[in-house]
């Protein structure tokens, strides 16, 4: 079986932009994000999409944080 590498979204109740991330288990990345992450009890909502490779997830994940600018993507801020 492949690895299903997926791009998330987590956005708040007013549908802005969280954070944005790449992970090959959602569940998993969830809970960590949940445990660790500060601003994880501000998401309301978590959109991910699958990719078949995971470059094209980094890819993806690199042009929705240029664009988009996630308010807590620090690392993304630095490679832009």
Known sequence: MRDRHMVYKCLDTK???LYVGVTSNIKSRMKQHRNNSFWFKDT???IAKIYDTRKEADLA??????KNN????IMGRMRI
């Open 15 to 17: 549908d802005e932009l």
């Open 70 to 73: 996630p308010i807590y993507n």
């Open 44 to 46: 309301n909502k978590i």
């Open 61 to 66: 994940e690199a042009r929705i944080i240029r």
